[in-house]
């Protein structure tokens, strides 16, 4: 069983930053993608970052690139989101998301964690 705690999230002004951690209790976290997803009141939920295994396997959405870098620490078991140059657009609840390598669907889910980013 694949357990996802998020934090990091917080309020912060448009150009600000902020890191969001997510610690997974599972074994073999080596095995799993890592992803973050977030979702805007009335919106859908949508893809923001993920990594597979190191930093040179990542891919970020449009809307984030250059701006978001995710990274994970497969010795902790912690995939991380730093986020740089917060626009109010950025306001989400952000989820932390697991699935096994070279599958297609997102198994595992966080509770999330709020990041609000005031203009």
């Known amino acids: 069983q694949v357990q996802l705690v998020e934090s990091g999230g917080g309020l912060v002004q448009a150009g600000g930053s902020l890191r969001l951690s997510c610690a997974a209790s599972?074994?073999?976290?080596?095995?799993?993608?890592m992803g973050w997803f977030r979702q805007a009141p009335g919106k859908e939920r949508e893809f923001v970052a993920g990594t597979v295994w190191s930093a040179s396997s990542t891919n970020y959405a449009d809307f984030v690139k250059g701006r978001f870098t995710i990274s994970r620490d497969n010795a902790k078991k912690t995939v991380y989101l730093q986020m740089n140059s917060l626009e109010p657009e950025d306001t989400a609840v952000y989820y932390c998301a697991a699935k096994p390598i070279k599958t297609s669907t997102w198994t595992h889910w966080g509770q999330g964690t709020q990041v609000t980013v005031s203009s």
């Open positions: 599972v074994r073999n976290f080596s095995l799993y993608a």
